[in-house]
């Protein structure tokens, strides 16, 4: 017979507690009543509170407690998937903090991707977006200079849809014609700006779009996804 031991339930109480009576967000029942209820030491119950914070179920705050986390946020990965319109489609709203924007020259990879000499000129920008103003993923975009000439001067926090930017003041209709996918480790910085408290790994997508008239490479992006927060459902099209 297997041993149960007393964090494990602990761990079953909640997770139950959480799926058939909380909503998200919802306060949990504090250390203090945990250890009456089941005559644990408080080390057991954090064990136990432990195991549902790595499985993404709670999250903690300061001095406050441990809630519920927010059911996972559908998101379909298809060419024309837009931020902006996932996040409508979802009944929350979107929107973005640009951490930093920069021109940089492209190195070997960058080059590959689109399809430049190494040291072509490139714009960077590392935007935080956020749903329900809560951090949801982290995107490194990287631009194509000459063709989104001064597009740094566009990157701000009244950003509303970077596609609604090509289309308005490039005349250009994006589509993304590859992804990759991968799981990857966090790190210190992302932890911090997307407000992670434990070590949840990230999904990582890496996308290429190009303008829909020149087939040319106008972006290449990089975003990290809290896998605590998406649901990703990946489009299959036989065109």
């Known amino acids: 017979m297997t041993k149960r031991f007393d964090y494990e339930t602990v761990y079953e109480y909640l997770k139950n507690h959480i799926k058939d009576d909380l909503r998200d967000n919802e306060k949990i029942p504090s250390e203090n009543e945990l250890c009456e209820r089941f005559n644990v030491t408080r080390a057991t119950v954090r064990q136990g509170i432990g195991k549902l914070k790595n499985k993404g179920l709670l999250f903690s705050k300061k001095g406050s407690g441990y809630f519920v986390s927010p059911e996972k946020v559908k998101y379909s990965l298809s060419k024309n998937t837009t931020f902006t319109k996932e996040i409508q489609a979802s009944g929350k709203t979107p929107s973005l903090y640009v951490v930093k924007v920069q021109e940089i020259k492209a190195n070997k990879f960058l080059a590959s ?127």
């Open 113 to 239: 991707k689109f399809g430049i000499q190494e040291n072509a000129p490139l714009t960077n920008a590392i935007i935080l977006r956020l749903v329900d103003d809560e951090p949801f993923l982290i995107g490194c975009n990287y631009f194509n200079a000459e063709i989104l000439k001064d597009i740094d001067q566009h990157i701000n926090n009244d950003l509303f849809s970077l596609t609604k930017l090509f289309v308005e003041e490039y005349s250009i209709k994006p589509f993304r014609n590859h992804s990759e996918l991968e799981i990857v480790p966090n790190n210190q910085e992302y932890k911090k700006l997307l407000s992670i408290q434990n070590d949840l790994p990230l999904i990582k997508i890496s996308s290429v779009s190009v303008c829909d008239k020149s087939n040319q490479v106008i972006e290449y992006v990089e975003s990290f996804f809290r896998s605590d927060r998406v649901k990703l459902n990946i489009e299959f099209s036989n065109q």
